[in-house]
DNA sequence: GATGAATGAGTATTCATTCAT
DNA sequence: GATGAATGAATACTCATTCAT
């Protein structure tokens, strides 16, 4: 059991890794099954469907991402840095970026759109949460919150994933986060360096220093 | 020759109402000859290929919906009228919505996605000078205003093209594109009929009423 | 080694329904493995191969079948009467009859043709044995016994097992079996209730009413 | 599209006597395409599916075996020799018989069942006219004449097929076929030489001499 | 301009069987 | 007796593209 555990586990890896390097349409499950070095019968032994396989590596995905997102709500720091966390959190690892730095290549956008959804969906009431406290603390004045932070997290996705943003993009969402949650200027100016630092392989945003 | 050309154009339509009714990947060369009523190698005469074919039929799409919108632009309506001119132009016509109004179900995600990049990309300047208009009419009041207008076509684009979205949404949305441009509070309401009139099939708009 | 045996029995009987009612082809191991409640491992402990399942599987059917039948002969009722309970013996149970009622849809005739020729093959011994009692007794008179009880038994399957079947039929069958086996014109009209009572969904033979 | 017409019929029989000498089930596409010497994409340009092709062999087979029999339905010859010309003319050639003499081996029964209920069904009332021209003719006399020609070509079928028969149920058929259709006695016993003569392969019928 | 026959690489999925534990 | 992980050959079908006529 373990042992069978163990090895559906090491596919999904390679299954992950395949998608989001070639993209879910291009991976062929001889693809898959060369990677793993086994035998087709065996990787159907372990999955249903190629289909099933992707919908188990976005479960895996996002179960790993929220997952530190809620132990971040259930601690005890002040709202902001809080979010600062969760945000930090659900950003996409590096070595989840695929080869060649471009997460949303035309064949990738399938299960990018897919994992994007299920992401915002999970983390709306997280942040919601956070900016509930926070308005408590006096840091946030807003209504309408799960609406708000939900902007913000398709403004986030929209704009920064795909690494094709400047400094200018970055001083305009946070001034536009600022106000979108009623928080004072340049309050929120911490989220800078969490867009700014990711990818290694982000040359545009090397010198990304204050400008304001 | 113009013959030839009342051809592709039949071609291209054909192809176009294929792609969003079935999503390009679901949309083989054999539908689209079935469908016209032509031969394999008549097809592959007018267009090099089946990628070929769905880039012109962006282009085509694209092509039609900033016509419009120049022409707006080049009129001497006042700022925002002109805004509301552009914007209400490049709503995707009801007859696009492919049936049964999910115009992203998954397989149309590709098409769907490059349609709304390239637009993003040819609306951004033209609304961008509606703004410089209008700040010099006084109605608008911020920088970085190509940035500005893009994100608020992002968040438009995310929000509302796939129907699922509240009045809450629309309050919220109308809120933050004032705060984005600087404009007077509630200048903007207008945005509310842009958003709740177009699709018959909408119905958790139908009683829109101002809230606020 | 009892309860091995009771095991392998179990395993049998589930083969063997789902045989019937899904046809052998598209019954796999993994069908009959599920519904017993095993691993793949014991099944192939009890059986050396699909095949060999199959061969078991017609073999307790017709063991079953011919049981009753050679009781039947041994017993000392005249030989009209051990005719009639011979075939009577010989019918699918209703139990056997296929979702439907449909025993010979295309992806059971496999099965099917090979019960119906073991049986054919046992029941012609004991049919021609009732014969000669009969021919005895006065009441048949015929030569080539085995060949003219086959032949009726053939018919008797072909026309009668797939339930779309006449009264006319029926009533030719009756005269043709008295002249095959040379007996009394009508003595054999009692075949009618035999043919026509089976399968309750039958509905064209529900008024079967002497007609002669 | 006379060139393509010929392509197809070279399939077709290619298909049909791939079918006859491994059986349906047995036969791949790839064995088809791999005789054929063709592309698979040139298969499934002539035929929309495996199961498709096999309908088509079935068609045409029967079409083959039908046409003669109207044929000879239309001349004059008297009854007798009508009935005589017709069940020859349905008799499967020689050709046809599969590799090794078995056409009803485990893999060919789903064809060799569907081949002969169509069959049955086109020529029942083909004879059927037959034998009511013999009524006329004072050589038949008999009432349900369909039901009984259906049991001859049933019992015909069965028995001789498999071409594991005796020299006794060829007797004991011209006595069933005789007394079925009212016939004076020895009048079929023409049938004999009809049973007795096709397939090479047979040996246990080689010396059928009349033996009344 | 137009045809349609021909291509062939590519893909997901099934399933009976084996064997080390 | 029993398990279940691993196998891998087999198979039907798709589809964009080419090219001789």
Redo the contacts with the bound molecule.
Sequence with gaps: ?K??ER??QELLDIAYRMFISKGY???????I?NEA?????????????????LEAVIEMMIEKETEAAVSILDSDMPALQKMVAIIASIRPEPEEQPIEGALMRPENIIMHQRIKQKLVEKVVPLLSKVVEEGMEQGIFSCDYIPERVRMMLILSNELFDEGSFTDRDIDVFIDITEKLLGAQKNSMDFIRHLIAAPAPSDVQTANAEDKR
């Design positions: 059991m042992k069978g090895r559906k349409e291009n991976t062929s499950i001889d693809d099954i070095g086994i035998a087709k019968g065996t990787y159907y032994y372990y999955f249903k469907s190629k289909e099933q396989t």
